[in-house]
């Protein structure tokens, strides 16, 4: 018998081993000094030899059990230098111990390995938030039984510790390095910055990958801004860029992890998110209160309108204007009045209501950042919070745990960032596969349904609807119409506004600014637009970030490259096709053993060829994995090993359990409240003995015949209490 290899060997000896039922192992292999190659080697039965004896044995509790016989199984090789092959030189096939039966064959250690693929699925699994035991099953069922998998639940607990391990190998700053390293090698477009302080340790981290800045080139006119906190191990605070996609759904632009919340850190975030985005500027920035965070976004992001969260002012107004009727009248000051007059008016009425001013003064000399009537104009995609951030922020607690290391976290953020681009996707087919109901078959109707999304389309055909029920009258100035429409609520009300269009430039000009504020016309404007005879949709008022199309078109990162949202998406499109041909394959075969031989010789011949035109072309194979599995083999420069996080000093949460009242009641009495009743005793104990039921049936006739015979301190308490008439509950002594 001859090989071309050890590796080839190997391979027969295992082979040989899982069909007899004996594990193995590799006792030796002799190599050559100047060139490395194996000169002879042995393998042999796992059960060869015997376990070393220990002078620390006589103190173990609980010994191991044994494992090795002194088995004499073995195949030995040796290289034929004139011929260049292996020949066995020794060859011992009798076993001195009982062998495996078939149906454990799966379980013997030297047959049980986690290929690349089993690696992927696992990951993916625990990604998914899936425990191993589930997934393990799962993968069991999927292959016929837990016999034909070749993995245990154990060695894929293993595999998963020792996958952490290995990501955290280089520290957490230096292993976050090689994340976004990594991430920056599968899409040259992935963005990450990191600041550093004086000491060389990484304060604060920005990152973005390619899909969010295609999604803020499209998308990045209206933005918020929020931080939450609890989601990482070092309690840092961690902000993210939302926005509305073309669904009104939330889409991400960029998320960063600060070590505090000065305008330093803010001004320095904002300037690099600018830079990650090309420069380009949002229209309109929403944020809480924090002042550091207002003043970061004013020498920032100097082409945007500022905002104000109306949610954190309401709660804030909660505070300190207690009256539910002041509190009405600031809400209608917030979001009803349209002018400004109307809001001053209110508003020094709701100042000589309240007596401490100091908030109200404060918050009005904001007021263009929160007050309708002065964002008129503003383009806000009719947003008036950060709620799209506090939505996130409660999406991101039920994944993102204080407890994860920083990889953890990243991989956790990737999961939820993900679910929403599936939402997006799941909108997308629903919008081709559906067609939204038209209410009146009119031209402009139809060419918006084509254009607009269907939720988006949803909101012009209502305001086409308004427009119907609208009564336009031209005014004395020219091109000039005051439009009314009545309101078809539980009170009737009639709503006016006034009107400038231009039939020639088919432009209309509302006073209420609907348009301005939202991008979308508004009844008033449609009704002018009827009334001037024009029928179809002008192309100014169609805006492409609402439309079907607004995804079209490239986009440059900021070194001038065309960015690809995947760049492996090919390779996976060809990765799923092949599989999916092979387990067509294998399904239709497994039945029948000529074909699954057959199979299996013909991949054989196919495996060399296929290596053999890839030496050819000297291409890397890649495997279907790769792209998702991080190759933790990278080395990492001394740079990145000797980088740190900078450490915040966190508030350690205490792991212990709450106490029941039922563990409070089985406590230990404090010295204080034994010496009380020790007291109290004393003091009554002569009464002890005058207690009869004659006595105690004088106050109340339930009292002996529910204590009976006094058989615990708490009873002789309360007897005593009773006797004495004193109104206390004892079970507030314990």
Not at 36 to 49: I, L, M, P, Q, W
Not at 669 to 676: D, F
Request: aromatic share 10%; with cysteine; charged share 30%.
């Amino acid at each position: 018998m001859k090989f071309q290899s050890v590796e080839e060997a190997w391979i027969f000896w295992e082979a040989y081993a899982s069909r007899t039922g004996f594990e193995v192992r590799k006792r030796y292999t002799n190599k050559r000094k100047f060139d490395g190659k194996a000169r002879s080697c042995r393998y042999v039965c796992a059960k060869e030899g015997h376990r070393k004896e220990d002078k620390r044995d006589h103190l173990t509790k609980c010994p191991r059990a044994e494992t090795r016989c002194g088995c004499e199984v073995r195949m030995s090789l040796a290289l034929d230098q004139e011929l260049g092959y292996y020949k066995v030189t020794d060859l011992v096939l009798e076993h001195n111990h009982i062998l495996h039966t078939p149906e454990t064959f799966h379980l013997m250690v030297s047959q049980r390995k986690i290929s690349k693929l089993q690696a992927f699925e696992i990951e993916a699994a625990h990604n998914s938030g899936i425990s191993p035991k589930d997934a393990h099953e799962l993968a069991s069922i999927q292959v016929g039984g837990s016999f034909n998998l070749s993995y245990t639940c154990r060695d894929q607990r293993n595999y998963l510790r020792t996958k952490r391990q290995s990501e955290m190998a280089h520290g957490e700053a230096g292993s976050m390095l090689k994340y976004f390293e990594d991430k920056t090698k599968e899409n040259p477009s992935f963005q990450y910055v990191l600041q550093k302080d004086c000491d060389g340790q990484i304060a604060n981290i920005f990152w973005a990958d390619a899909k969010m800045v295609i999604d803020y080139a499209h998308f990045g006119d209206v933005i918020t801004f929020d931080t939450t906190f609890g989601t990482n191990k070092e309690s840092r605070p961690f902000g993210v860029f939302v926005g509305f996609n073309h669904f009104r759904e939330m889409v991400i632009f960029g998320a960063s992890l600060m070590y505090d919340e000065t305008f330093a850190s803010f001004h320095w975030l904002f300037d690099t998110f600018l830079k990650a985005h090309n420069g380009k500027q949002p229209k309109t920035v929403f944020t809480d209160q924090d002042s550091a965070m207002g003043k970061a976004v004013e020498q920032v992001f100097t082409e945007a309108w500022h905002g104000l969260c109306t949610f954190h002012i309401s709660q804030n107004a909660l505070k300190h204007l207690h009256e539910k009727e002041i509190l009405k009248d600031f809400s209608a000051c917030m979001f009803e009045y349209a002018d400004q007059t109307t809001f001053e008016d209110a508003f020094n009425t709701i100042r000589s209501k309240v007596e401490k001013q100091t908030w109200l003064d404060s918050i009005y000399k904001l007021k263009e950042k929160w007050a309708a009537c002065f964002m008129k104009d503003i383009f806000t995609l009719g947003m008036r919070s950060t709620q799209l951030s506090e939505s996130l922020n409660s999406d991101l607690k039920e994944y993102l745990k204080s407890n994860l290391d920083i990889i953890r976290f990243l991989k956790q953020f990737e999961r939820v960032v993900q679910g929403k681009r599936n939402k997006e996707l799941d909108s997308t087919f629903d919008s081709r596969k559906k067609f939204p109901r038209i209410k009146m078959r009119t031209s402009m109707l139809l060419e918006a349904s084509k254009l607009y999304t269907p939720i988006i389309f949803e909101v012009f055909q209502d305001e086409y609807e308004r427009s119907m029920r609208a009564c336009s009258r031209l005014l004395d100035e020219p091109n000039k119409y005051r439009v009314t429409i009545e309101n078809l609520d539980q009170k009737p009300t009639f709503e006016e506004c006034e009107v400038i269009g231009n039939p020639l430039e088919q432009s209309v000009i509302c006073t209420c600014s609907q348009f301005s504020r939202i991008g979308i016309l508004c009844g008033h404007a449609l009704k002018v637009l009827d009334s001037m005879n024009i029928k179809t949709l002008p192309t100014q008022y169609i805006l492409k970030r609402w439309t079907r199309e607004a995804r079209h078109g490239t986009i440059q990162d900021n070194h001038g490259r065309n960015i690809t949202e995947n760049p492996m998406l090919d390779s996976m499109l060809r990765s799923r096709l092949l599989s999916h041909k092979f387990h067509s394959l294998t399904d239709q075969v497994a039945g029948s053993l000529d074909c699954c031989l057959l199979i299996d010789s013909t991949l054989d011949i196919l495996i060399k060829q296929v290596e053999e035109k890839m030496h050819a072309c000297r291409i890397t194979l890649e495997d279907p994995c790769a792209g998702h599995i991080t190759n933790t083999n990278v080395e990492v420069s001394n740079d990145l090993m000797g980088i740190r996080l900078k450490k915040k000093e966190v508030r350690t949460s205490t792991s212990r359990r709450k106490r029941t009242w039922l563990d409070k009641k089985r406590m230990p009495r404090k010295k204080n409240e034994s010496n009380m009743l020790t007291a109290l005793v004393s003091k009554n104990d002569s009464l002890t003995a005058q207690i009869t039921s004659d006595s105690c049936s004088r106050y109340n006739n339930t009292s002996v015949e529910e204590y009976g015979v006094i058989s615990s301190f708490t009873q002789l308490v309360t007897v005593i209490l009773l006797y004495l008439n004193v109104q206390f509950d004892v079970s507030e002594l314990f």
